[in-house]
């Protein structure tokens, strides 16, 4: 833990502008994934699991015959066996992989590069010309070597690097403070918050508002005290006539507040994330007193949820 924390501190002490080479995240993690996470992280550890000779179906939900496949395969390659893929059960999985391999570990790399660098490569299993392109566009990206192969330090950057989430699940972008595309989060915050949106949208409510998340490699964000790691999203809440994403942003005090959908918003928001919900900031007595969202300063007009992970280098952020 202490080392997690030496590697966080240096990923905050740079101000990082998205769009622009993150030279310093050599020092990236793995981010820990078990089960209740759902998203591209994942699905990228089932394609790896099954490279490994231990297949899933390959759903990008941390089930149960995920965490008996990720226990299968620690024990095989003589890991502490939790069943939750962490730094080291992450590092083992990850083979080196170059131009003319193909296989789940390249369908793997092939998913995590159309995730973090917003790709249509098609997922085909195959590491050709698209592929290598697209890996040494990532390592100058990263600002790590550009050689077009696919070994532990690509792997640990890409992983590391934070997702986009699809609005076309049901959601909206808002920006009240200003920050631009301040919309990328952990691969787990993105597709949790995706599926939040699918479930939602079935509601008949309209879509969610989305405010800041983080920028595209975390750091200090204007406008926020937190946002600065990819685990942190600022929702609205859902207005009686559904307009949230066009009728401007209330207050649980406004006579436009819809509470019952708001519920129903938080709890998709949890249901899509069991256990790994740190926290809803949101100051709505109601919806406090019946234990589904606390209350913080500031928080009249938006939800603050936050996501945690098993292991992380903040227990801010630990589940």
């Known amino acids: 833990m202490r080392r997690f924390a030496i590697v966080f501190a240096a990923l905050l002490s740079a101000t990082i502008v998205s769009g622009t080479p993150a030279h310093a995240y050599g ?30 179906p390959a759903s990008g939900v941390f089930d149960a015959a995920t965490a008996g496949a990720v226990r299968a395969f620690q024990t095989a390659k003589g890991l502490g066996v939790d069943g939750i893929a ?19 570990a390249v369908r793997a790399l092939q998913i995590e590069l159309n995730a973090k ?22 390592q100058t990206h990263a600002g790590i070597g550009a050689d077009g192969i ?6 640990k950057n890409l992983v590391w690097h934070y997702d986009y989430p699809d609005f076309g699940t049901g959601m909206c972008d808002q920006d009240p403070d200003g920050n631009g595309t301040a919309n990328w989060g952990t691969a787990a915050a993105i597709g949790q918050l995706e599926q939040a949106a699918r479930t939602f949208a079935a509601s008949g409510n309209g879509k969610i508002p989305v405010g800041d998340i983080a920028l595209e490699h ?6 926020h005290a937190s946002h600065e790691v990819g685990l942190d999203a600022d929702l609205w809440p859902i207005r009686t006539d559904s307009a949230q994403c066009s009728g401007g942003r209330i207050t649980w005090r406004s006579p436009a507040y819809d509470r019952a959908a708001t519920r129903e918003l938080v709890r998709a928001i949890r249901a899509a994330a069991p256990g790994h919900v740190k926290l809803i900031f949101f100051n709505d007595p ?3 007193s019946e234990g589904l969202t606390t209350s ?23 589940c």
């Open 27 to 56: 020092n990236a993690f793995f981010h820990t994934q078990h089960s209740g996470n759902r998203g591209v992280e994942v699905l990228a550890i089932q394609h790896l699991l099954a490279h490994h000779g231990q297949a899933v």
């Open 86 to 104: 962490g730094p080291l059960t992450w590092a083992a999985l990850t083979p080196t992989i170059r131009p003319g391999d193909s296989g789940e």
């Open 117 to 138: 660098r917003r790709l249509n490569l098609a997922v085909t299993g195959q590491y050709d010309a698209a592929t290598t392109a697209a890996v040494r566009a990532f």
């Open 150 to 155: 696919t070994g532990p330090n690509t792997w």
């Open 218 to 223: 975390g750091g200090d964000i204007p406008g």
């Open 286 to 288: 109601t919806l406090i």
């Open 296 to 318: 913080y300063a500031n928080h009249d007009n938006h939800l603050h949820v936050r996501y945690c992970e098993a292991v992380h280098p903040s227990s801010l952020y630990t």
